[in-house]
C-alpha cells in the first residue's frame, strides 16, 4: 500500500457526499468544495472504488460515514464488518467517522435499511455497550447521526432527542444533527422540530447532514415524509438549518443525495447555499 | 430473551414475510397503520437490494426485463438475505436460484449468465494484492521447482460453463443486437478465466486441457504433479497466468507426498 498523509481535519465548512457517479470528475477536476463524506461501505474491496479514493483523499478531506454497524442492533455489531471498518479507517485516516441511531442487522441477517429502535432504557444501554465497543476498536470518538422514522413504538418511554443526548453523555461520542431528519420525524409523528433542536447538547454536535426527502401522499390524503435523499433540501428544512446554525455555532455541514444523483453542479450549488448561512453565523465553535 | 431481541427478530421476520405480523402490536398506529408503516421499511430494503444486484447482473436484467429481474430479486432476498453490510458481496446465491426459478426455465443459459457476471463482479471488487513477479520466481532455488504451489490472485476466477455465457452477457450488456444473433447456444460448455489485471476486469476462454491445467494450478497442486500429465504448452501457460497477473505467491511444500 501507498504511504498515504493524513487527510485534514473536516473544515467547519459545506461538504457534499461523493457518489461512484461523481468519482472521476472529483479525482480529475478537483472542484473547489471545502470537504467530502463517503460510506466506508462502498471501499471495503479493492480495485477501482478504492483507487479513486486514495487519489481523491490527497486533494480533500474526508469523513466515513457508515451504513453497515447496526449500533442499536441487540446482538452486538457484527465483527467482520468492524474490522473492515477498522482497515479502512486506518488507510484513509479521516477527519472524522460517523454512524447511525439505528438497527439494521439481528441473527446474521442484514436487511441495509436504518431501522428504528424502540427508546428504552434496554436499547440505550445496547446502543451505548456497542458505541463504546467501536470507538475502543477505532481508537476515536464516532459521531451518531438521529434517524428519519416512519413508526414509533408503543413500548418507547425516552422521547428521541433525549435518548441522542443520552447516549452522547454516557458514551462520549459525537452528535451528526441531520436537520432533513429530524423535519421528516417530526412531520411523520407530530413533535416540535425546535424543541429537538435545542434539547441536543450544543458541545456534541459536531456535523450536520443536509438532503431532500419526498412528501408521499395517500388517497384518501393523508401522507408521510420519505427521507429519500433524492431532491434538494426543500426551504423548511433550510429554514431549520439556520436555526440550527444559530443555536450550535459553525459547524461541518454536508449535502447528501443517493437516489437520481444529479450532476456535480448540483450538488456544489446547495452546499454554496449551506456556507453562506453558515458565514451569517460568526461563531466558530471549533475554534472555542 | 431480551425485549429488544425478541422486537428486532420479528421485526425482521415481518419485513422479510409480510404475513408475520407478531412486530403489528408493537407499534403505534395512529394515521397510518402498523402494516403501512412497515411497508415502507419492506420497500426501501427490497429496492436497495434490488438495485445492488441490478448492478451485478446487468445482462441478466436485459435478458429478462426490468420487471422479471424485480420479482427474481425479490424471492431472492427472502429467501438469502445478505449476512453481512458490505453489498459487494451479496447475490452470489442468484445463479442456483435462477436455476430452480419456474419462470426462467425457457432460458437455460439464463444462470451461467449470472455466474459469469458474478465472477466480473467478485474479479472487480477482489481486494488488492501486488500479483507475483518473474523476478521473484527467478529467486527460487530450481532444487525447489517440483515442490513449487501457486496461489491465485484473489481476483481470479475459473468458471465451467454449459453455455456461452461471456458471449451472451457482451451482446446484451452493449446493446449489441448483431452480436446477439451470432450467438450459438451449443458453443459449450466452455471454460474460462476471469481476473482483474492491470487493465482492469478481463475474461479469457481456455482450451479445455488449458482449462483444467489452470483450474489445478489455482488450486495449489505442487508443480511436479501438475507437469506428469500436463498438457505440452504447460511452460507458456504457466508463464501467460504470471504476465496477465493471475497468480499472486507461491509456496515452496517440501516433504509431502507428490
Known sequence: ?288 | MSALLELQQAFVASLLCEADRAVHDRIIGDGLAAAERLRIYRNTFISTLTAALRMTYPAVDRLVGREFFDAAAEQLIHAHPPSSAYLNEYGEAFADFLAAFEPARTLPYLPDVARFEWALSAAANASDVPPLTAEALATIDPAHHAALRFEPHPSVRVLALDYPADQIADAVTSGNQAAMAEVDLSNGPLGLVVHRGANGVESQRLTPEAFIFVSRLCAGEPLARLLQDAPTDAPAVIAEQLTKGRLAAFRIQQGKSL
Open chain 1, 1 to 288: 500500500m501507498a504511504h498515504l498523509v493524513p487527510t485534514g481535519p473536516i473544515p467547519a465548512s459545506a461538504g457534499i457526499g461523493l457518489r461512484f457517479p461523481h468519482h472521476r470528475v472529483v479525482a480529475e477536476d478537483k472542484p473547489a468544495i471545502a470537504w467530502l463524506e463517503v460510506h466506508p461501505e462502498n471501499y471495503m474491496g479493492g480495485g477501482k472504488p478504492l483507487e479513486y479514493l486514495d487519489a481523491i483523499r490527497r486533494s480533500y478531506p474526508i469523513s466515513l460515514h457508515g451504513v453497515g454497524l447496526s449500533l442499536g442492533s441487540a446482538d452486538g455489531v457484527d465483527e467482520r464488518h468492524l474490522a473492515r471498518l477498522q482497515r479502512l479507517v486506518e488507510r484513509v485516516e479521516p477527519g472524522l467517522v460517523s454512524e447511525h441511531l439505528s438497527w439494521s442487522a439481528i441473527g446474521g441477517s442484514h436487511l441495509a435499511d436504518l431501522l428504528p429502535l424502540p427508546y428504552t432504557e434496554e436499547a440505550l444501554g445496547g446502543l451505548c455497550r456497542n458505541i463504546e465497543l467501536v470507538q475502543e476498536r477505532l481508537k476515536r470518538t464516532i459521531l451518531v447521526e438521529n434517524p428519519s422514522t416512519y413508526l414509533r413504538y408503543r413500548h418507547s418511554t425516552i422521547p428521541e432527542w433525549e435518548f441522542m443526548a443520552a447516549v452522547a453523555a454516557h458514551t462520549g461520542c459525537g452528535i451528526l444533527c441531520d436537520v432533513n431528519n429530524i423535519y421528516v420525524s417530526a412531520c411523520n409523528h407530530g413533535f416540535d422540530a425546535l424543541r429537538y433542536l435545542h434539547a441536543l447538547p450544543r458541545e456534541a454536535v459536531g456535523e450536520i447532514h443536509l438532503a431532500g426527502h419526498t412528501l408521499r401522499k395517500f388517497d384518501d390524503g393523508r401522507s408521510i415524509r420519505i427521507d429519500d435523499h433524492g431532491s434538494r433540501v426543500c426551504p423548511d428544512v433550510w429554514s431549520l438549518y439556520a436555526q440550527a446554525v444559530e443555536h450550535f455555532g459553525r459547524v461541518p455541514t454536508l449535502i447528501e443525495w443517493d437516489t437520481d444523483v444529479p450532476p456535480i453542479t448540483v450538488l456544489l450549488e446547495e452546499a454554496e447555499r449551506a456556507e453562506g448561512i453558515l458565514d451569517a453565523e460568526l461563531v466558530d465553535v471549533s475554534a472555542a
